[in-house]
């Protein structure tokens, strides 16, 4: 079970152009913003990218979970670079393997796919979020 005042680091793919990697930015603002807001904190791969000393801290001190859109696996390999640790990763390509019938399309403005994908993966992130927090595995029972 995590301390009271921690929180666990989003971290999601920067695949500017890509509607995977949009699907994965617009999950991860669900979970922070909405979902998962008191629990949660969004950090910006381009920041830990560029070597952002405060970014690269925030993930250092917490555990994170990964969100990539693609097989790169960039927001997985640059948290572990910058010195944190992944607790849970999540492909975004996964998510859409399993929901097929919501097929992403759109870079700027995702379609309703798109939008509805970023939800269910969303709900994944949050249940991870909740395991993180109760010491959990998603699933498992008390």
Not at 2 to 29: D, F, H, L, W
Not at 60 to 79: E, F, N, Q, S
Request: aromatic residues 2%; hydrophobic residues 40%; contains cysteine.
């Amino acid at each position: 079970m995590m301390e009271k005042n921690q929180k666990v680091i989003i971290v999601p793919c920067s695949g500017i152009g890509k509607p995977y990697g949009t699907v994965s930015r617009e999950a991860a603002y669900e979970v922070t913003d909405e979902m998962r807001h008191a629990q949660t904190q969004l950090v910006s791969l381009a920041l830990l990218v560029l070597g952002d000393e405060e970014s690269r801290a925030v993930v250092a001190g917490y555990p994170a979970i990964t969100i990539d859109g693609c097989k790169l696996a960039c927001a997985a390999k640059m948290v572990q670079q910058s010195g944190g640790t992944v607790a849970q990763e999540i492909a975004v390509l996964d998510v859409y393997r399993r929901h097929k019938d919501l097929k992403p399309l759109g870079i700027a403005e995702l379609n309703e796919g798109g939008k509805k994908l970023a939800r269910v993966l969303a709900e994944e992130v949050t249940s991870m979020v909740d395991g993180i927090i109760t010491g959990k595995k998603a699933g498992e029972n008390a």
